[in-house]
């Protein structure tokens, strides 16, 4: 069965069966079936047993050894009781109990339009009147998609449940929806507390979506602290959003060193951890001393860790888009006005030098569309504010330059991703940030406070 395979894609295993121990060299990439119908074959037997570990574990038929925690030197058992007589019989039987549905791009791109039915859902009926009956029966719709969403039930449940907090949030809108804009924040936070809540129960009841079900609970707690810490302390709602968009920006060169968690056991050899000096300075021999990690392991921690990094790109994404259009819509005042372009300005920079470190492709789109959006919405704000129309001819004119440079400066040399450009880039994210989170004292209203006072 080694067949063409690597030498370190090779697993040596000893198969206790009814006729005896057979040792097999197989590919770790075999199924259980695999190796049983070469058991099988080789010990004449007239049905394909059944695989079990040495505590007693079913091997899975349609799992890989390696996925399955299988290693080298590994003791495995074959029991005739109960097994297919014909090994196409035990692959049928595999294939019978495989989904139907898979989770893949399509269920995402549907849960990611779902979210945004909910949001303009959310949008539309705040504004309606408290006894109006359109929206009455959006809060009523709403509310159910959220409490039968959380049950983990179907094939889909791991990307369905990410959305359904969106609509425990709309819910949440649209039922503390008043129009003062003073307390657009808190509505905000109770929206985000919803979320919170719901995605806490869908964890609960299952673990489908576990990572991006945490990314919802961390985000909906943190703007409801947030704002009911600003509404309790009497903060204006530009302190809020201020803040909101430079940890917005912060995060996104924080999430990925939290990202990653990998067990403890994968990490130290517990064998050699002694309490004596002697025994530490002891070197095993043999098989005992040896701490094998299974490639499964491997590559489940690597998974967790690209949802979890997705997941909170989408969270910076929706934050820093949102406080950004906010602050610039609620500065008034000429020094704030001016620290609040600023702050959106280097904030949306710092996103977009953050998305070079990553090598998550989905990650580093969402980053560049976060960065992107708080351009897009200063550019919008900057051509409303200038009114002449030379002004704006000459504004796009060089935002159209500035739009065709990139591809030409990447297709001429592709200078950018050299190391040079890589230390120039560093430079420049860390200086866009540290003055992202200065300019927050005068995008925030507290440099005009203090002016006022002592003036």
């Known amino acids: 069965m080694s067949g063409t395979t690597r030498a370190d894609d090779v697993l040596s295993v000893s198969l206790h069966g009814p006729l005896g121990v057979l040792d097999l060299q197989v590919p770790a990439a075999a199924s259980s079936v695999d190796v049983a119908t070469e058991y099988s074959r080789q010990a004449n037997l007239p049905t394909v047993p059944v695989l079990y570990t040495r505590l007693g574990r079913p091997l899975p038929a349609g799992l890989s050894l390696a996925d399955a925690g299988i290693v080298t030197g590994a003791v495995l058992v074959a029991s005739v009781a109960g097994a297919a007589a014909d090994p196409r019989q035990a692959r049928r039987g595999s294939a019978r109990r495989r989904p139907g549905l898979v989770p893949g791009a399509l269920s995402a791109s549907w849960c ?205 994404l929706v934050v820093s888009v949102t406080s950004a259009a906010l602050l610039l819509r609620e500065a008034s005042v000429w020094i704030d006005v001016l620290g609040a372009r600023l702050e959106v300005g280097l904030a949306g920079a710092a996103l977009l030098l953050a998305a070079r470190s990553y090598r998550h492709a989905a990650a580093r789109a969402l980053l560049r569309v976060a960065g992107l959006g708080c351009w897009l919405v200063l550019t919008v704000v900057l051509l409303a504010a200038s009114g002449s129309a030379w002004v704006s001819l000459v504004a796009w004119s060089a935002i159209g330059l500035g739009v065709l440079l990139v591809p030409v400066a990447v297709a001429l040399g592709r200078g950018w991703r050299s190391a040079w450009w890589s230390r120039r880039a560093e430079v420049a994210e860390s200086l866009c940030g540290a003055l992202a989170v200065g300019i927050v004292v005068v995008a925030a209203g507290f440099f005009r406070l203090l002016w006022e006072l002592t003036g």
Do not use: K, N
């Not at 995060?251 to 002694?274: C, G, H, K, S, T």
């Open 112 to 316: 990611v339009g779902a979210v945004a039915v909910a949001v303009l859902a959310g949008l539309l009926a705040a504004p309606l009147p408290e006894s109006s009956g359109p929206r009455e029966a959006t809060i009523a719709v709403l509310v159910a998609v959220a409490a039968v969403g959380v049950l983990p039930l179907g094939p889909l449940a791991r990307h369905r449940v990410m959305a359904v907090p969106a609509y425990a949030a709309a819910a949440a809108y649209v039922v503390t929806w008043d129009p003062a804009p003073e307390r657009l924040p808190t509505i905000l936070g109770v929206a985000g507390l919803a979320a919170a809540v719901t995605a806490a129960v869908a964890r609960a009841l299952g673990q489908a979506g576990e990572e991006g079900l945490r990314v919802w609970m961390v985000s909906g707690v943190s703007v409801f602290v947030l704002t009911t810490t600003a509404a309790l302390t009497g903060v204006s709602a530009q302190v809020v959003y201020a803040v909101a968009l430079v940890v917005a920006m912060l995060a996104a060169r924080f999430v990925p060193i939290m990202a990653v968690d990998v067990p403890d056991q994968y990490l130290l050899d517990l064998e050699r951890l002694a309490v004596t000096a002697w025994s530490a300075r002891d070197r095993p021999t043999g098989r005992r001393g040896r701490i094998l990690v299974p490639r499964g392991a491997v590559a489940e921690v690597a998974e967790r860790g690209s949802r979890v990094v997705t997941a909170a790109c989408v969270a910076v």
